[in-house]
């Protein structure tokens, strides 16, 4: 019988869904098709009848869950406020999703691994992985952030006050970006190494970002 459109994309998104914990759970270089068509209760065939590879699938894997699974916490940090209170409220969403949100968690875990690590598949470039799987874009957007040129940073109650800009913004958001990597591979081994989610857990990298 003929599939429906319906049943091709749900049998997609089965297999985008098994593949992100399958590669967060085995690493992308241990993982085998099999085991993501056995995952999401497959056939290896339907996996090759939307992916050409494993790479294709890996990509597939990001594009899909990037911004529907990081967007959220991101749009934090264009809410309206002083620039110290969004930033606070940013790096405790990021620290809340780490603990509580399995697929935040499953997704950073395989961009670090894959942009840093020996997992990485053939043919993406570290540069291409780093720039696709959104990390130089977060540094960019902490940049932008921390100098005040986003839209509306200069806002709201506070403005003007401490934290509203960085003395080095490019230092201060390499410093935390380099925090939410770190956060997020502790939330890869055990979440419950992590710090607290509130404001006493994101204390020291807000001290640091901010003069």
């Not at 690590?117 to 720039?131: C, T, Y």
């Not at 952030?145 to 940073?153: H, N, P, T, V």
């Amino acid at each position: 019988m003929r599939r429906t459109a319906e049943e091709a994309a749900q049998t997609k998104t089965a297999l985008l869904e098994a593949a992100l914990f399958q590669f967060a759970e085995h690493g992308v270089a241990a993982t085998k098709l099999a085991d993501v068509a056995q995952r999401a209760g497959l056939t290896r065939g339907a996996v090759y009848h939307h992916f050409t590879d494993k790479t294709a699938l890996y990509a597939a894997v990001i594009a899909n869950s990037w911004d529907s699974v990081t967007a959220p916490v991101w749009a934090v940090l264009d809410s309206d406020g002083p620039v110290e209170d969004r930033l606070r409220e940013f790096l405790v969403a990021w620290l809340r999703r780490l603990r509580e949100d399995r697929h935040f968690r499953a997704l950073l875990t395989i961009t670090l691994n894959a942009s840093y690590g020996p997992d990485q598949p053939e043919g993406i470039s570290d540069g291409r992985a780093s720039k696709s799987y959104g990390l130089a874009d977060w540094l960019q957007r902490l940049e932008t952030f921390l100098a005040g040129k986003r839209d509306g940073a200069g806002t709201g109650a506070g403005a003007g006050h401490r934290g509203t800009h960085a003395d080095d913004p490019s230092g201060a958001a390499a410093g935390i970006l380099a925090w939410l990597c770190g956060t997020a591979l502790l939330a890869a081994t055990d979440p419950d190494l992590l710090p607290p989610s509130d404001a006493s857990g994101v204390a020291l990298p807000l001290r640091g970002a901010l003069p």
